[in-house]
């Protein structure tokens, strides 16, 4: 493993940085070769409950659970403003730059479940319409702010758009070796994973 590290950062020029460089393994890997790998490389082992680049390692089957720290990132944030009066102006441009843009990175990558997505609307919504009932009276036209399933499904076509336009790039590559090898991904059939 060394080796192929060391060709690697002889081939493009760059060194790892093995204090910036973790390790994480699947369930089949024992104890003892967990240890080997890690001491052998002088690097550590990441947990299944840690974060790299604001997403969790480890993703498991719940298709909601692994966000819910979304969830409390968005109303950690609007919290601190729904004590005091925010005027309509400060609260649109709150929803839009802080809210809407705190998921945005993960729902690049996943696909979020209608209910996650409905809880973070919902959240938004009450922020926007404050503790007052009777300011819930906006019928006809739009208020600027995002659906979050559409600006979900939007984010995930990018990335498909991306695959589809180049083939030739490392990450379509590897996921077209791993997720759709038999041809091309529009063909490709939904497995297991």
Request: include cysteine; charge should be positive.
């Amino acid at each position: 493993m060394k080796d192929v590290l060391h060709s690697y950062e002889r081939a493009l020029g760059q060194c790892v940085n093995y204090n910036e460089t973790d390790v994480l393994f699947s369930k089949g890997v024992g104890a003892d070769r967990r240890n080997a790998i890690t001491l052998a490389l002088d690097i550590r082992e990441v947990l299944s409950y840690e974060k790299y680049l604001g997403l969790l390692t480890f993703i498991s089957r719940s298709k909601r659970k692994p966000f819910l720290f979304i969830m409390d990132r968005i109303k950690k944030h609007l919290a601190g403003f729904m004590e005091r009066l925010v005027s309509w102006a400060r609260r649109e441009v709150l929803i839009k730059v802080v809210a809407q843009a705190i998921p945005s990175y993960a729902m690049s990558i996943f696909s979020f479940t209608k209910d996650l997505c409905n809880t973070i609307q919902a959240t938004i919504n009450r922020f926007w319409w404050g503790h007052k009932q009777e300011d819930r009276s906006k019928i006809e036209g739009g208020i600027g702010f995002r659906d979050m399933k559409s600006f979900n499904k939007a984010l995930l076509a990018k990335q498909l758009w991306s695959l589809i336009t180049h083939p030739s790039s490392l990450v379509s590559q590897v996921l077209g070796a791993k997720y759709f090898p038999n041809g091309p991904i529009l063909d490709a059939t939904l497995g297991p994973r």
